[in-house]
């Protein structure tokens, strides 16, 4: 069964740091092209970091020099860094995950999804 489940999130001061984990099971992430998604009420979805298969990484500017996105492929997880947090980072965040092609920032391009981990960013 393949499954990706997030975890990591929390409150957070202004100013502060998360590491969102997003362990696989089921299959191996070798392969696959990550990408970390936020989706905030009354908002939609948008992507925030992807990475693929060999590194590449693609960044929203909007969190570029605070977030930063990695991935342990021996490990089977992806990682997301996030520091100097800000209250609009609040948000549900979702990783996915869709073979290696193209890489993508669109969330219809990605058929497996985790089930979120809510970062709240509040004093």
């Known amino acids: 069964q393949v499954q990706l489940v997030e975890s990591g999130g929390g409150l957070v001061q202004p100013g502060g740091s998360l590491r969102l984990s997003c362990a696989a099971s089921?299959?191996?992430?070798?392969?696959?092209?990550i990408s970390w998604f936020r989706q905030a009420p009354g908002k939609e979805r948008e992507y925030v970091s992807v990475?693929?298969?060999?590194?590449?990484?693609i960044i929203n500017m909007s969190v570029k020099h605070r977030f930063t996105i990695s991935r342990d492929n021996n490990k089977n997880t992806v990682w997301l860094q996030m520091n100097s947090l800000e209250p609009e980072d609040t948000a549900r965040y979702f990783c996915?995950?869709?073979?290696?092609?193209?890489?993508?920032?669109?969330?219809?391009?990605?058929?497996?999804w985790g089930r979120g981990t809510q970062v709240t960013v509040s004093s």
């Open positions: 990475i693929t298969p060999g590194g590449g990484r």
């Open positions: 089921g299959f191996s992430l070798d392969y696959y092209t």
């Open positions: 996915a995950a869709a073979l290696a092609g193209p890489t993508t920032t669109n969330p219809d391009d990605y058929p497996y």
